[in-house]
């Protein structure tokens, strides 16, 4: 079974790339690429903007 992921949800949050990576906001949805859901980031240090995969994105610690 499938699970659904309301990706909403998690706009306006912050994440940590790994463990120790620089902190990003979850600023919208991206473009699916080659059947991957993406959501768009903004790297906090640096602004930077991208889109990230769902999947990896979902595994990287939640900041407060």
């Known amino acids: ?8 949800l998690l706009f306006g949050t912050w994440r ?13 949805s991206g473009e699916s ?4 859901q993406t959501i768009h980031v ?5 602004g930077e903007e991208f889109d ?3 999947l990896d994105l979902l595994e990287d610690p939640v900041e407060s």
């Open 1 to 8: 079974m499938n699970e659904v992921i309301e990706t909403k």
């Open 33 to 36: 690429k080659g059947g991957n």
């Open 52 to 54: 990230y995969k769902l």
């Open 42 to 46: 903004r790297v906090v240090e640096s």
């Open 16 to 28: 940590r790339f790994g463990r120790v990576g620089p902190v990003y906001e979850i600023i919208g």
